[in-house]
């Protein structure tokens, strides 16, 4: 059995309100980016509740580019 199979990885799910705080993205602007395709989409957890995975928030941090 390998290492990764004894140990799964377990995604933290993230409220808009943590999105936000860690983004510095506006919850209008997190929005707008969903729909163009430019930020991960949200999962459904319930009822009228979403969250997002932290492992892709993290990855679409990590694809920005900095400018000089």
Same mark, same amino acid.
């Not at 983004?23 to 980016?33: C, E, H, Q, V």
């Not at 679409?60 to 000089?68: D, E, G, I």
């Given at each position: 059995?390998? /290492? ?5 990885? &377990? @995604? %933290? %799910?993230?409220? *808009? *309100?943590?999105?936000?705080? #860690? +983004?510095? &993205? !506006?919850? $209008? =602007? %997190?929005? *707008?980016? &969903?729909? !163009? ?7 459904? &957890?319930? =009822?009228?509740?979403? *969250?997002?995975? /932290? !492992? @892709?928030?993290? $990855?679409? #941090? #990590?694809? %920005?580019? +900095?400018?000089?």
């Amino acid at each position: 059995m390998n /290492q990764s199979a004894q140990n799964p990885t &377990i @995604d %933290l %799910l993230l409220p *808009r *309100r943590e999105v936000e705080k #860690q +983004t510095g &993205i !506006s919850r $209008a =602007t %997190l929005y *707008r980016m &969903i729909k !163009s395709g430019k930020f991960p989409r949200s999962v459904s &957890i319930g =009822t009228g509740s979403v *969250r997002w995975k /932290q !492992s @892709d928030v993290t $990855a679409w #941090q #990590q694809s %920005l580019t +900095t400018t000089v």
